[in-house]
Each structure stands twice: as C-alpha cells, then as structure tokens.
C-alpha cells in the first residue's frame, strides 16, 4: 500500500509561481510513474504533468513550456514546479502514483487570481 501528500498549494496572483510536492511511502515499487492532475469546478480530472522512475516526462500541451514535474527518487517524492500562473490554472491538484494500480493524494487547491 502506497500513502502520499500532498503540499505547496495556495492562492497567487496571475504570472506567479508555485510549487507542489508529493511524497510516497509505503510499499514503492522502483518502476513507477509520478503524476499531478487538475479537477476544476464543475470539469473533469485532467492529466498535468507525468514522470517516470526513468526520468520520462510528459505535459498536457496547456501547461507545457509553464510546468515542469521532476522527482527525486531517494526521497520517493514528486515536484510540480508552476510558472506564469493563470487563472485557467485554478483547480484542486492531486498527486497520483502508479505502480501497477493508481493511488491518489488528498488534493490540494490551487487559486490563481486575476
């Protein structure tokens, strides 16, 4: 079984930052894959950002060139680092580790003001 949480959220500004952290424990395969999605009111929960144990990334094109995940896999913790906030960016983001099946994090909001 695999725990992860979540932190880094909160309110900025437009063309702001933040960043998000992930941690795991628990019973932690070493091929795996590291994921932050988004779930905005009202809307789906979206894919953001995915890395592998390998160190393979992959961005959803509305974030891209804004976002980079990374991880480090001694600490079994994943990093959304946000840039040039936008207030299309305001969403609950949660944390997901897959290692055969999908655990998710608790969530954590993310407000980008105006």
């Known amino acids: 079984q695999v725990q992860l949480v979540e932190s880094g959220g909160g309110l900025v500004q437009a063309g702001g930052s933040l960043r998000l952290s992930c941690a795991a424990s628990?019973?932690?395969?070493?091929?795996?894959?590291m994921s932050w999605y988004r779930q905005a009111p009202g809307k789906e929960r979206d894919m953001v950002a995915t890395?592998?144990?390998?160190?393979?990334?992959r961005y959803a094109d509305s974030v891209k060139g804004r976002f980079t995940i990374s991880r480090d896999n001694a600490k079994n913790t994943a990093y959304l680092q946000m840039n040039s906030l936008k207030p299309e960016d305001t969403a609950v983001y949660y944390c997901?580790?897959?290692?055969?099946?999908?655990?998710w994090g608790q969530g954590t909001q993310v407000t980008v003001s105006s």
């Open positions: 628990g019973s932690i395969f070493s091929t795996n894959v």
């Open positions: 997901a580790f897959t290692s055969g099946w999908t655990t």
């Open positions: 890395i592998t144990s390998g160190g393979i990334t």
